[in-house]
Every structure is written in structure tokens, then in C-alpha cells.
């Protein structure tokens, strides 16, 4: 087989930034909180425009709200990301888990710690998704 000396070549080039590696749960938390703490770049606000926090909601910690994100009365977010177009009902407590696009989640539920909720799926009303559970349509 012949091969060209030219496709033997690499070029190294340093780079100047910053790179997180986001294949895992943790590591996508991780570069959305450096996002938030200024690690990846001039800090920036989790909170989009365009989402909507009932008055008596409670935000604790980190958390980062999407495009046409609803937060009900009376809900809790501890660090959370929420992706675009997520409803989340009066009441519900949220810990630690991520929501994908147009989730729904109903009043009172409890999403636990380290919970996924892949885009499109809706949680009744009092449900309890456990820790670390990851859920798809």
C-alpha cells in the first residue's frame, strides 16, 4: 500500500479555553455549573429569559432553567437543569436531576437525586421517580 508522506503529517496546535468532556452525567453537571461559576468563560445566568418562576417557588443552589420553562407555586429546585419548554406543577420537589425538552411534571411529585427524564415524558401528579432513575418515552 503506498501512502503519501503528507497523510503521515499531524499537526499539534495549542488551544487556548475551556473543554469539558460531557459523556457522563456528571461531567454534562459539571460544565453547566462552570458555566454558571464563570470556570468556562465570563459567568453567565441559568435562568433564561423566557422562563417563569411562580413567586413562591424556591430555587436552592445551581439550577439552570430553559427557554419557556414553568416553575408552579410552591415547588423546590435543588441544582437541577431543565432543558426548554419544561412545566414542572404546583408543589413538586425537584433534586439534583435533569429534564429534558417538554417534560411535564405533575403537582406534588418528587423527581430524587440523580433522576434523568429523557425529552417528551410526563410524570402524574404525586409521583415519586426515585434516585438515580432514568426515564424515557
Do not use: F
Amino acid at each position: 500500500s503506498s501512502s503519501s508522506a503528507a497523510s503521515d503529517v499531524y499537526k499539534r496546535q495549542a488551544m487556548n479555553g475551556y473543554l469539558q468532556d460531557t459523556g457522563t452525567i456528571p461531567s454534562y453537571r459539571q460544565a453547566n455549573w462552570d458555566i454558571l461559576e464563570g470556570v468556562a468563560g465570563p459567568a453567565e445566568s441559568g435562568i433564561h429569559p423566557g422562563a417563569r418562576v411562580a413567586h413562591s417557588a424556591t430555587l436552592h443552589g445551581r439550577n439552570v432553567l430553559g427557554d419557556r420553562v414553568i416553575i408552579g407555586e410552591e415547588c423546590q429546585l435543588y441544582e437541577c437543569i431543565l432543558w426548554d419548554n419544561v412545566v414542572v406543577g404546583p408543589g413538586a420537589i425537584l433534586r439534583n436531576c435533569i429534564l429534558g425538552r417538554n417534560v411535564r411534571i405533575g403537582a406534588a411529585a418528587r423527581i430524587e437525586d440523580g433522576a434523568v427524564i429523557a425529552d417528551n415524558v410526563h410524570i402524574p401528579d404525586g409521583t415519586e421517580v426515585p434516585a438515580n432513575a432514568r426515564i424515557s418515552v
